[in-house]
């Protein structure tokens, strides 16, 4: 963790409470108030200077500050403000008052509170929840949640973690052990274990036990969460393993999901500014921008206005989309995600497998039936298509053909219209001819599709790019190679070509090799821009995936850079996408293809070419990993999207490919 001070709010050096209390008193004086110089006092002093502001409110006044700063201000402005001059311990306890009271329990919030703070910040809660309500905390909470959930709240709830930073090595893979035992090892799950493990040891111990863990389970410990545990005992041991990993990452995510998409979760997003403003809100930042490519000042100047606005980037400090370099607890963050990458072996799982009771003569006949005479047995084509594999459905065309002299995809496109044709022709089609047909949507007409180009090149493997090839060459009548360079140029026409040839390197690290070519990058970085395409170029474009994580990891170290950040900052354009795109492959390619199918449906209008794209070719490989990765980033599922997205019968089939709700 990093050390020392890391907050946004210090102390205001000449400071006066009673000159403060008159200019509040003064500020809120007569018709209206002056929000402005509230905003501008309250966010320039610490919260132990405004302790003393309140005080001396009340001795010159005869009145309580925040009694008359709820009267004068509304809204969420009112709510920053008010949350601002509350000690942080009052503050957590009035957020889990509210989050207890009433019918329904805001089981997020408690996870948050409780799962990040340190033994006397708990303490202290504790404190001031009897001192404010006059009620015993362990037992609200006992009164309004249930099961493991409640077991584990309880056992943070006694503030007893171990802080001592002396690790015995034999604990740690004893730890490790067990919780592999507890979980992955054995049918079922020694929830009990779960809970005295994660809830008692210290954190550097713990930090330890997820490396040991990693090396027996070959998962994460996240993943053995949520293959294991679920509901709202999931979510907070997740979260308490996202504490005990990294704090300032932790935050950056609650923050980010307060904001993304539609609405904002203003509790939430004013909850964590208060309480993390003298504390790490700079590694907040930055672990931020490293996550989501963009600042949490931006994303709050975006998602916000007025002078609520205004005190949330107070608080907020300071905008790092123009930094380059990391602060040291990111650095280490940054490093540490790419060997978690490195080492974690993701079991890829589709959502469509072959049919049981395959009969190609039977289904054949069947969609024959459906098409034949007037109207379009719609259901019928759906439910045999969507539910075969890829080469189930080859023989079903094949065998179409024999028993009845027709082409089935001729049928199919006379018989279908709009999306719900394009989807199951797109489904009928071989992979290799339906990436070669969705290259030739991408180049054809008067616009480029160049994020189509992008993500079928970068995504595909050697083999599957060459087969694209040839089905290009016997459909299109001329090379694919031929296609993309009459139709891009520059550094990206190079890009492309160079991920056309289907070359990639495969095969394990070599870590010598890696090292250079992190040092390569990290010396490219100083280059001129086209000196410096070309040599990420040369690598990022031939290196094999487990290789370039490796790299990616190095080029932290030699240079204290974000490899993401970097191409962001010094490259433009297709150029930036391209080689964004293959980062973030090589990083998690089931997140990439997340990212891309909700891009696809969120904002006005759907882009259903990218949508049936990643949802046909992705059904049969590692869409149940995909979906996995929708629901953790965006916290909704893809199904739910989809539903809300889409109708009718491409709908429909849509769903069926996707597979599930989570």
Partial sequence: ????????????????????????????????????????????????????????????YGKDLIDDLKYELTGKFERLIVGLMRPPAYHDAKEIKDAIKGAGTDEKCLIEILASRTNEQ??????????????????????????????MLVVLLQGTREEDDVVSEDLVEQDAQDLYDAGEAQWGTDEAKFIMLLGNRSVTHLQLVFDEYQKIAEKSIEDSIKSELSGDFERLMLAVVQCIRSKPMFFARRLYKSMKGLGTADNTLIRIMVSRAEIDMLDIRECFRLRYEKSLYNMIQDDTSG?????????????????????PEAAQIAYKMWEISATTKIQLRGTVRPYQNFDPASDAQALRKAMKGFGTDEDTI??????????????????????????????????????????????????????AKMMKKAIEGAGTDEHALIEI??????????????????????????????????????????????????????????????????????????????????????????????????????????????????????????????????????????????????????????????????????????????????????????????????????????????
């Fill in 307 to 327: 002078e609520y606005k205004r005190t949330l980037l107070r608080l907020c400090g300071g905008d790092d989309d123009m930094a380059g370099e990391f602060f």
């Fill in 457 to 662: 090149l970068v995504t595909r493997g050697n083999q599957e790019i060459q087969e694209m090839c040839s089905a290009y060459q016997s459909a299109f009548k001329k090379s694919l190679e031929d296609a993309i360079a009459s139709d891009t140029s520059g550094h990206f026409k190079r890009i492309l070509i160079a991920l056309a040839q289907g070359a990639r390197e495969e095969g394990p690290v070599d870590m010598a090799r890696a090292l250079e070519d992190a040092q390569e990058l990290a010396e490219a970085c100083n280059a001129d821009s086209g000196d410096m395409e070309d040599k990420f170029m040369s690598i990022l474009c031939t290196r094999s995936f487990p290789h370039l994580r490796k790299v990616f990891q190095e080029f932290v170290r030699c240079s204290n850079k974000d490899i993401e950040q970097i191409i962001k900052k010094e490259m433009s354009g297709d150029v930036k996408n391209a080689m964004f795109a293959i980062v973030r492959s090589v990083k998690n390619q089931p997140s990439y293809f997340a990212d891309r199918l909700y891009k696809a449906m969120k904002g006005l209008g759907t882009d259903d070419r990218a949508l049936i794209r990643i949802m046909v070719s992705r059904s049969e490989i590692d869409l149940f990993n995909i979906r996995k990765e929708f629901k953790d980033t965006h916290e909704a599922s893809l199904h739910e999207f989809i539903q809300g997205d889409t109708s009718g019968d491409y709908r429909k089939t849509l769903l069926i490919l996707c597979g599930g709700e989570d």
């Fill in 382 to 435: 759906i439910d045999i298509v969507a539910k075969r594999s890829n080469e189930q459905r080859q023989e079903i065309r094949q065998t179409f053909k024999s028993l009845l002299g027709r082409d089935l995809m001729a049928d199919l496109k006379s018989e279908l219209s709009k999306n719900l044709q394009r989807l199951i022709l797109g489904l009928m089609m071989t992979p290799a001819e339906f990436d």
């Fill in 122 to 151: 708990i303490h202290n809660l504790v404190a001031a929840y009897k001192d404010a309500y006059g009620r015993d905390l362990e037992e609200d909470i006992i009164g309004d949640t249930s099961g493991h959930f409640k077991k």
């Fill in 1 to 60: 963790m990093g050390k020392g001070f890391r907050g946004t709010i210090v102390e205001h050096p000449d400071f006066d409470a009673g000159s403060d209390a008159e200019a509040l008193y003064n500020a809120m004086k007569g018709i209206g108030s002056d929000k402005d110089a509230i905003l501008d006092l309250i966010t320039s002093r610490s919260n132990a200077q405004r302790q003393e502001i309140r005080s001396a409110y009340k001795s010159q």
